[in-house]
């Protein structure tokens, strides 16, 4: 085909590409003679004259490379309209000058060309391919290519599309595909190619044009910014969050990623659509504040950021933080809310967990100490009555040491079950350590209510027969108190019913207690008792003696030791008022032994100071009682203080008695094998007083204050005491009266042969050297 190229268009292309210039001559030649418009319009243009400005060659350049920078269409267009000029002026006037004009529109249309442009046969072969094209090709020259099956180039479905483009083009028509082919040089490449039909004057295509756009960068650039978007789409749609652009005042959405179908359960279309449809989610408890915080960001045109419930459309509550950043223009005002709405369920139910473990008691699984705090104060914030009822169970310490640890906490376990199951659902029940439990109720604040629910709880105790080993059931002591009328702080609250509980244990136990008056005399008995150890180390305590006479000639028989207590802050403080605190703490077995020797070693004293024939009698108390201990201390305090044991009387309360028989019975017997004398005091205040003198045989019966004070004026406390001391006499037993305040009562007694007196009438407690005075 080359050699059948006219010899004169060979000639003129001195400088641009001969191959290039002599097949776009050629097309040239042919299209301008058929006057038609081809695709080539703008060489068309110039061949037929018709004029074209540079301006419309470069519009219609542009429309096809758009590839090519406007500077370089532009100035390609400039030419050709020049030339087109040129052309029109001299048009067919010589058939010579007319080759010169396409060779030299040809040159630099070729030179401007960005395109890969071949001239192809019949057979797909490439007959031309210009120089920019080779180097797009990379060969190493046009000539590499020539021959080539262009066709061959392209594989699979891009060489269906090559095929079918150039098929059509062949039909005459002209076609255009996108695909890929490689180089010669192997290297993959994408093109945008156009197949245009070349034909004779008789309208019959001879050859076929092909120019190929390298649309390889912007094939990668497409290709990166789908992959780009596509994960960004992944993204959004799988992210428990969504990115939104809101309208100044949320009116509408400019946008919202897909990421709203996880946050909100509404896809974006929807929310466009409707942009309060999420809105509509949020759980009526949360809106108010959630708008307050909308309403507040326009208004002060700041950054805003909520953290709100929704209830999705399945029902399921989610928890949502949205975090808006208003966009100011020049003048400050509003133009759009930028921001992110995120899922933060999962985080929340975390924080939830660790606020959970934070406050909940990991024995019971019920509130703990600090949660029970955190409710108290949340209670008093709120300023609604409530009760608070202060649990504890009785005796716990002696089961935990005789259970085990193990079982002990078994033991709380079923107890906190109980407690919780004995309470209307909204009690609010924590455990506070140990054996110590408290309870909130709400809506029940009347004494009788809350009487009842206390009740209720001390039966369920009882009821669930929880054992605590050695065959003894659970039982509790409750104190109450409501808030605000005993405090109006977890502080006061607290010890207020813990005081309360305090009395209901002193009160004998498996009971409740209402704070009160009661109660705060109990606070003093909690510093008394917290002050024992220090009142025995440093000598608070001392000891009266009030003598004992023989009611004739009056001579002192024996002195009765009675504890005194000079407290650094109280004062003195009477024994009725710290000897029962004492039992109930267990602190009186040591200031009991503290008695017994004071009282021994003053006994010593005065025996040496020849009072040989005194006796003196020592006060027990129950607990003392209870254990065996009472036993050694005295017989060792006796061999201490060289004191015979008939010498010692132990007095014993019928309460004392009645607390534990058996052991009570066991003590006494063994004091009595040491030749210790026992004395029943306060006698005829308990219930069985009589069988006392039966079960203990006593040494000797002290008849109660309260019969002396009435002897004198009542007939029939005189027959009883007349009773008494006759019986006793019959069991070998001694009687002396106490409470002797007057001579009448000295009369009546000395008239009824009781043995002993003692009362403020022969002589008041007072120090041992007043006593020693007193016997001289
Ligand atoms: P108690 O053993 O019956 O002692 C007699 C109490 O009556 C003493 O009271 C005494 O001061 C008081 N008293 C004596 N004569 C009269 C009188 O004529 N009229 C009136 N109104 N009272 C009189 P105190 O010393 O206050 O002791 C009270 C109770 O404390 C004692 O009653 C005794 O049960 C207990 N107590 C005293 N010292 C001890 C002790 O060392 N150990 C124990 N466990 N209890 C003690
Ligand atoms: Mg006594
Ligand atoms: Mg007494």
């Known amino acids: 085909m080359t050699t059948s190229l006219p010899l004169k268009w060979r000639r003129n292309a001195a400088k641009a590409s001969r191959q290039d210039q002599h097949f776009l001559a050629l097309v040239l030649d042919a299209w301008s003679s058929r006057h038609s418009v081809g695709p080539v319009s703008f060489a068309i243009s110039i061949a037929t004259g018709i004029g074209a400005g540079a301006a419309g060659v470069a519009l219609q350049m542009a429309s096809r490379w758009p590839a090519v920078p406007l500077a370089v269409q532009v100035g390609i267009g400039a030419t050709a309209g020049v030339l087109a000029m040129i052309a029109t002026r001299q048009r067919f006037a010589s058939q010579k000058a007319r080759h010169a004009a396409a060779m030299a529109l040809a040159s630099s249309f070729l030179e401007a060309s960005r395109d890969c442009v071949k001239l192809l046969d019949l057979q797909g072969h490439m007959l031309r391919i210009n120089d920019y094209g080779a180097t797009l090709m990379e060969a190493s020259s046009p000539v590499e290519l020539e021959g080539a099956d262009w066709l061959g180039f392209w594989k699979g479905d891009d060489h269906d599309a090559a095929m079918a483009a150039f098929k059509c083009a062949l039909g005459g028509t002209a076609a255009s595909f996108r695909g890929s082919c490689t180089t010669t040089a192997g290297q993959p490449k994408w093109w945008d190619s156009q197949l245009i039909p070349i034909k004779d004057h008789n309208g019959k295509v001879i050859a076929v044009v092909c120019a190929s756009l390298d649309i390889s960068n912007q094939t990668r650039l497409h290709a990166e910014l789908r992959t780009k978007s596509e994960l960004m789409s992944e993204m959004e749609a799988h992210v428990q969050l969504a990115f939104f652009s809101y309208s100044a005042n949320f009116e509408y959405f400019h946008y919202i990623t897909a990421g709203s179908s996880n946050v909100f359960g509404i896809d974006r279309e929807e929310l466009l659509r409707n942009p309060n449809g999420w809105l509509d989610l949020v759980v009526p408890e949360d809106r108010v504040a959630l708008q307050a915080e909308m309403g507040r960001m ?156 206390a009740q209720a709880l001390l039966g369920s105790l009882s009821a669930n027969r929880l054992q605590g080993g050695a065959g003894a059931f659970i039982t509790a002591s409750i104190g109450i108190s409501v808030y605000p009328e005993h405090g109006s702080d977890h502080d006061a609250l607290l010890s207020s019913a813990d005081v309360a509980m305090y009395t209901a244990k002193k009160m004998g136990r498996n009971g409740y207690q209402f704070a009160g008056e009661e109660a705060a005399r109990t606070i003093g008995d909690f510093e008394l008792e917290r002050d024992v150890p220090e009142a025995l180390t440093t000598n608070q305590f001392f000891l009266h003696f009030q003598t004992i006479h023989e009611p004739h000639s009056l001579a002192v028989h024996s002195a009765e030791a009675l504890i005194r207590w000079r407290h650094p802050a109280r004062g003195l403080i009477s024994p009725s008022d710290f000897i029962p605190l004492l039992e109930e703490t267990g602190f009186v077995s040591d200031v009991g032994v503290w008695v017994l020797d004071h009282a021994l070693r003053q006994l010593a004293a005065w025996r040496q100071a020849s009072a040989m024939n005194l006796g003196i009698s020592v006060n027990v108390s129950a607990r003392q009682l209870g254990s065996e201990q009472i036993v050694r201390d005295v017989g060792r305090a006796l061999k201490q203080y060289g004191i015979p044991p008939g010498k010692l009387e132990i007095e014993l309360t019928e309460t004392a008695l009645m607390k534990n028989p058996q052991q009570a019975q066991k003590s006494i017997v063994e004091l009595k094998r040491l030749g210790v004398r026992i004395a029943i005091d306060d006698f005829g205040t308990g219930y069985s007083s009589l069988m006392y003198l039966a079960d203990f045989a006593p040494h000797t019966v002290k008849i109660d204050r309260h019969f002396t004070s009435k002897i004198e004026h009542d007939p029939t406390t005189q027959t009883i005491v007349e009773g008494i001391i006759g019986l006793a006499h019959k069991l070998g037993i001694k009687v002396i009266a106490e409470g002797v305040e007057n001579a009448a009562q000295l009369d009546i007694l000395r008239r009824v042969n009781c043995d002993y007196v003692q009362g403020f009438l022969l002589s008041e407690p007072q120090a041992p050297e007043g006593l020693m005075k007193q016997r001289a």
Request: with cysteine.
């Open 298 to 453: 326009m208004a002060e045109s700041s950054e805003g950021r909520a953290q709100y419930r929704i209830r999705k459309a399945d029902g399921t509550v989610h928890w949502l933080r949205g975090t808006g950043y208003p966009v100011l223009d020049d003048n400050g005002n509003v133009l759009r809310i930028v921001g992110i709405v995120e899922d933060v369920t999962a985080e929340q139910e975390r924080i939830a967990e660790l606020d959970r473990l934070a406050y909940t008691d990991s024995l019971t699984g019920l509130a703990n100490r600090a949660a029970l705090l955190r409710e108290i104060e949340s209670r008093c914030a709120a300023r609604k009555p409530f009760g608070l009822m202060f649990v504890d169970l009785d005796r716990f310490k002696v089961l935990n040491d005789t259970l085990g640890h193990l079982a002990a906490d078994h033991l709380l376990r079923d107890v906190g079950g109980v407690i919780r199951g004995s309470l209307p659902d909204d009690a609010y029940v924590a455990r506070l350590g140990g054996d110590e439990f408290a309870v909130l109720i709400g809506g029940v604040v009347d004494k009788a209510g809350l009487e009842a629910l």
